[in-house]
């Protein structure tokens, strides 16, 4: 079975419910080993509710993990901690204000059985911003123009490369540039709409909205 990394570097502990709702709520059937990396600033531990959910997951596997060294812009060290400590297998950055679209684990799970020579896969993303929605395009592959939460790519394609601390506030546009700029025929790019910005920031409690305008 296909691991799937899910990273997320934790400054809101109260939205961890919610994220993991909506792992558990899709990952059946998705033919995923999803292993969710869930990286706290020390001495910050898991609230009471979360923790107790941890052994008992449907579906999934839990690890926390703590970073040391005091908090740092946009969480890009605890991101990078968080790839550091990934199984073999795929990478899928879960911001703590954010959840997983309803039809995203079913997608990829299909999508890597369909395409294996692929190491990246790109989705649109579901916006409520000023940017509106974006799509994933092989011409938008610059910062700005795409985020996080737009991509699941392997550990054999990440390699050494990490996220770059001087680029914050732009450092994911730059990892995923890199990675593309560096092998673009292992991007498989998905016309759909299955993956949110920040959807807690703005829908906190539903109604969930599952595809783009």
Aim: proline fraction near 6%; include cysteine; aromatic fraction near 12%.
């Amino acid at each position: 079975m296909t691991v799937l990394n899910i990273v997320t570097a934790v400054s809101r502990p109260g939205n961890l419910c919610k994220l993991l709702d909506s792992i558990e709520a899709t990952v059946q059937g998705s033919g995923l080993d999803v292993n969710w990396i869930v990286v706290f600033d020390s001495p910050v531990d898991a609230p009471v509710e979360f923790q107790t959910r941890i052994d008992a997951a449907r579906g999934l596997r839990i690890r926390k993990a703590f970073w040391l060294d005091g908090p740092c812009r946009f969480g890009i060290l605890q991101k990078n901690l968080g790839i550091d400590l990934c199984d073999h297998g795929f990478y899928y950055l879960l911001d703590d204000d954010n959840v997983l679209h309803p039809a995203f684990l079913g997608a990829i799970g299909k999508l890597i059985r369909l395409h294996p020579a692929k190491l990246a896969f790109a989705f649109n993303q579901i916006r409520w911003d000023h940017h509106g929605n974006l799509p994933a395009r092989p011409e938008r592959m610059v910062p700005d123009q795409i985020d996080n939460s737009m991509f699941v790519v392997h550990t054999d394609l990440i390699g050494g490369e990490r996220y770059d601390i001087q680029r914050a506030g732009q450092e994911d546009g730059f990892f995923f540039q890199g990675l593309y700029g560096r092998m673009p025929e292992a991007f498989l790019f998905v016309d759909e709409y299955l993956t949110y910005y920040n959807y807690l920031v703005h829908f906190p409690e539903g109604p969930e909205p599952t595809s783009g305008r």
